[in-house]
Every structure is written in structure tokens, then in C-alpha cells.
């Protein structure tokens, strides 16, 4: 009777073992499935992120070419084409409040105007720059699907051009005669509201004597 007992007793030792190794192992898979799952979600959250940043910054790029058609104007639509002389600084005025988008750069060692200002306002005057399309006439759909929740925006600042061999000192406005160039500061917009990308140029208007 003892010894039955005894087999009785190590069995269920036994698979009292095997039921606690079972549930060890359990517990593991668990894990690793949630490891798995949750390193999963991420690299989605990645992807999505990455493409939404893509989609920002290719509008900002649209948003620095519309800048540039501002500039040189288009066959039969000119726009503010004639304001961008290489020689005057018509319509630029510190702080933006002259022409909207068009800036003078900010004096001695005051920051960059487009660090100042807001660049995704929608106010004109608080942010500085003005939307895509707003002078060219150009379109972009916007807020469904890949597509940037808003159009992207741009100012423009004028900036001295010296050539090689000139005098480099005089200010701004008092060289004569004056010669300029264009530094474009665009912001674009992803799919969310929360992706945003500012990309910047420097652009001279082409001459006659340049244009080919």
C-alpha cells in the first residue's frame, strides 16, 4: 500500500511539474507575440510617419517653384513679376507689412525674419507668408487621401548681390546702382496636422543678358 502511494504521489508531482512548465511556456509565446506585435505597430507608425513627412516636403517644394513663378512671371500671366526688378526693392518692408510675402531681412543681429515670423499662420500678417497660388494662380488639392491637409506657404527676402570684385559693404537699399537676390523660405504640410517641413533657397531672376 505504501509503495502504491508513492506512485501515486510522484505522478502528480509529475504533472504538477509539466502543468507549471506549460504555463512558463505560454507565458513566453505570450510575450514574444506581444514583442512581435507591438514592434510591428511601430514600424507601421514609422512608415506613416516617413510618408506623411514626404508628402511635407515635396509640397514645400512645390510651394519654393511657385515662389520662383512669382518672380520671373509666367507667358501671359506676369503676376508681381515686375516688382522683382534686380535693381529695386519695391515691396519689400521690414516686417512684411508692404507686399504680403515680400520681406526685408532683419537689421544687424536680430534673427532671420523667417525664424521670427509664423510661417503656418494663415494671417498674412502675423505669419509673413502667403499661400501657394495666391499670385500665380496655381493649384493644389489639398486634405483628402496622401494629399497635405492645407496648401504650403512661402515669403520671400531680399538679399544684396555683390558680384566678384565688388564692394560688399555698402547697406542694404544704399548701393548704387543696387542689385538683389531672393532668399525663399517655404513650409509644407503632411496628411497630418502635425507634419510640417521648411525647406529654403536662395534665387536671382534671371536677366536678358542671362536668359538664354
Known amino acids: ?18 502543468l507549471v512548465f506549460t504555463l512558463c511556456l505560454l507565458l513566453v509565446i505570450l510575450l514574444l507575440g506581444v514583442s512581435a506585435a507591438q514592434m510591428a505597430l511601430q514600424g ?5 510617419g516617413e510618408r506623411d513627412r514626404h508628402i ?3 509640397a514645400a517644394e512645390e510651394a519654393l517653384m511657385d515662389a520662383e513663378r512669382d518672380i520671373e512671371g509666367q507667358p501671359g500671366a506676369p503676376g508681381r513679376s515686375a516688382m522683382f526688378a534686380s535693381d529695386s526693392a519695391a515691396g519689400f518692408a521690414a516686417d512684411c507689412v508692404g507686399q504680403p510675402g515680400l520681406c526685408l531681412p532683419a537689421a544687424g543681429s536680430a534673427p532671420p525674419i523667417w525664424l521670427v515670423k509664423e510661417l503656418d499662420a494663415d494671417d498674412e500678417s502675423v505669419g509673413g507668408a502667403v499661400a501657394y497660388g495666391r499670385f500665380t494662380g496655381a493649384a493644389m488639392q489639398t486634405g483628402q487621401g496622401f494629399l497635405p491637409f492645407r496648401r504650403p506657404r512661402y515669403l520671400i527676402e531680399l538679399l544684396p548681390f555683390h558680384a566678384p570684385g565688388e564692394e560688399a559693404g555698402a547697406p542694404l537699399g544704399t548701393a548704387a546702382p543696387a542689385s538683389y537676390l531672393y532668399r525663399v523660405t517655404a513650409i509644407g504640410f503632411g496628411a497630418s496636422v502635425d507634419t510640417q517641413v521648411v525647406l529654403q533657397t536662395y534665387y536671382r531672376k534671371q536677366t536678358a543678358e542671362a536668359a538664354p
Open 44 to 48: 507601421e507608425k514609422a512608415a506613416r
Open 1 to 18: 500500500m505504501p509503495d502504491h502511494q508513492n506512485a501515486i504521489g510522484g505522478r502528480t508531482g509529475q504533472q504538477g511539474i509539466a
Open 56 to 58: 511635407a516636403f515635396q
